[in-house]
C-alpha cells in the first residue's frame, strides 16, 4: 500500500498531469511502458518487455554507469514472501538497440551496466499457478498478479507506468482496475509502481456482467464453465455493494472491477484498490449454501475496499516490495472484515437473524476449540502471519490462533461492547466509519494500535482497557456472556454433559482412496499427546481391530479412561502404543435466549440484528 494521498490519482480524483487524455506520448522526462504478450499459451509464459527513457535524473544512470531493476518478493494482501523472481527467464538488455552487459546481483535485482536513458528489457515469466496471489497462463485464459509480473526501478517507483497487452490469438476481452488510455488498443495506465501492481489483469473470452450501485459502475468478468443467473447474481451482488458502502457513508471509486474465477475447490479472494479477485467453486450458485458462501466472499473483499485499502494500519504503506511488512493489526484489518463479511449479509437480509446468531456461535466454538488460543494472542498471530499464518505446520492448531477467525469473534464483541455501552445509539460501524475519516480522508495515514483503541473508546463511551489488553495482546480466557447479556442472549456449551472418549489425534476429514489413517496432528495436552502417538503415523488397528474408514466413530465405543492399544507404521516399523483415553474437552456452542428478557435487551438485540423488537 502507498501513501494515502498518492491512491486519489486512481479512485478520488484521477488526475494525469504527465499524460493528455488524448493518448499523447510522455513528454520529456523519466517513463516506463510495458509491452505485455503471450505468443505460446499453452507453454505458461507471459513475454514481456519493458521500456525505461528519461531515467538520469532519478537514478543517475550516466554517472553510475548501471540501473538496477527489482522483482517484488511478495505482494500486499497476502503476508508471504514468494520468491517472485524464480519464475523469471531470458532477462536480456539493450541500450539505444544495441546490446548491454546484465547480471543478477541479488535473489530479485539484476544490474543493468550502461550510461545510456533509453533502455529496454525483455524477460519472460512462468505463470502456472492459478490462485489470487499469483498469475496464471494457458491456452483458455491469462490471470496476472502485477507484483508477480512486472520489473520495477526504485527511483521511478512514483512516476507513471503504462502497459499494452498483446492478447493470445482470438482472446477479445481484458478485465482490470486500470485506466484504458484513449485511442490506444489495449493499453492501460497506472499512476505508479504501487497502482500497477495493485490492479490485476484478466485476459481471454470471460463472459461479463455489469451493474451500478452507489451510483459507481461495475463489471465483473466470469472465467471458467458454471451455470448461473445473470439477473440475480448481478442483483444481489449490488446488495452486497450497497450494503457496505453504507457503512462508510461515501464511494471512494469512479469503477470498480470484480474478477471471478470458476475452479473445482475454489480459492478465496484478494483485494485490490478499485478491483478483486475471486475464485470460487464451480457449482458455487446451485445451492443456498455455496451461493451464500459466494456472496460472503465478494462482502470480504469489498469491504477491503475501505478497510486496508484505504483504512490501514501505520506499517501497511508504503510498501516494502522486497521485505516482510510488519503490524499487529491483521486482526483488525482481515478479522473486523471477516466479522462484516456476515453481518453485512444479514443487514442486506441474505442471513436470517436466527442463522446469523448460529454462525456466530460456530465461530466461538472454532476458536476456543483450537489449544493455540491460549498460546498465541491475536496481535501476536497478526505479527507473525510472515511465518506462521501462511506457513502453518502439524503443530500450528496447538501454537497458534487465526487473526481472520479470533479477530472475526472479537470483531463481533467490540460491536456488542458499543451498542450496549451506547444503549443502542452507535456500533462498530460508527467506529469504522470515524476511522475512515479521521485517519485516511483527514489525516491521511494508517493508524496505530494506541489510535485504533482510543477511537473505539471514544465511540462506546467508555474505557475499553479490559478488552484490549487481555483480548487481543494477551490470551486471557474470554468473558463471552458479558457481552452476548445485554441483547438476550448467553453462551452455552452443549457438549458439557457428554461422556465421549477421546485420542485428540487428528485425520483426515475426507476419505482417503487407500483407507488409510494418517494422523495429521496431535492436540497438545490430549491421550495422543501424553502417550506418544506422533504425525505421520499410520494407524492400523485399536485393540486387533483394524481401523475403519472413521477413526472417531471407532474411539467413540470405548469410555473416557478406557486404556486402548494402538497399533501403527511409523516410518515403516511397526509399533504398539498403549493410550489411556479421556473425556472429550471439545465444546459446541450455543447462544440461547436467557429467560424472561428485558425490554431493554430485546430493544439492543433488534438493533443488533436489524429486526423489529417483539
Known sequence: MKKTSALFFLCLIWVVPILG????????????DYTLSMPQPQTHFFEVEMRLS???AATNVKKNGYVDVKMPVWTPGSYLIREYAKNVEGFQATANGQPVRSEKIRKNTWRIYTNQEAISILYKVYAYELSVRTSFLDN???????????????????????????PYRDWKNIATGLKKVPN??????ASDYDILVDSPIEIGNHRTLSFTAANVPHTVAMYGETTYDEKKVAADMKKVCETATAVFGEHPCQDY???????????GGLEHLNSTTLQVRRDAYQKEGTYRNFLSLVAHEYFHLWNVKRLRPKALGPF????????TQLWVSEGITSFYQNYLLRKANFIEPDTYVKMVAREITDIENQPGIAV?????????AWIKGYRPNENSVNSTISYYDKGSVLGSLLNLEILASTKGQKNLDDLMRFMYDEYFKKQKRGFTDNEFQQAAEKIAGRKLTDFFQKYVFSTAPIDYNYFFRPVGLELANMSGAKNDAYLGAITPTTRRADNRQIILAVRRDSPAWNDGLNVGDEILSINGSPVGNDLNAQIASFKPGDTIEVAVNRTGLRQTIKVKLSNNPLVNYQLLSVQNPTAEQKSLYAKWLYTVAK
Open 140 to 166: 483458455s485464459h491469462g490471470y496476472l498478479n502485477g507484483a508477480s509480473i512486472f520489473l520495477y526501478v526504485d527511483p521511478l517507483r512514483s512516476i507513471p507506468h503504462r502497459v499494452t497487452i498483446n
Open 21 to 32: 487524455w488524448a493518448g499523447t506520448a510522455f513528454p520529456p522526462g523519466p517513463s516506463i
Open 376 to 384: 498465541q494472542s491475536v496481535a501476536e498471530s497478526s505479527f507473525d
Open 320 to 327: 516494502d516490495y522486497e521485505n516482510e511488512n510488519y503490524t
Open 257 to 267: 472491477t470484480f474478477l471471478v474465477h470458476h475452479t473445482p475447490t475454489g480459492g
Open 54 to 56: 528519461g531515467i538520469d
Open 184 to 189: 490506444q488498443a489495449n493499453t492501460f495506465e
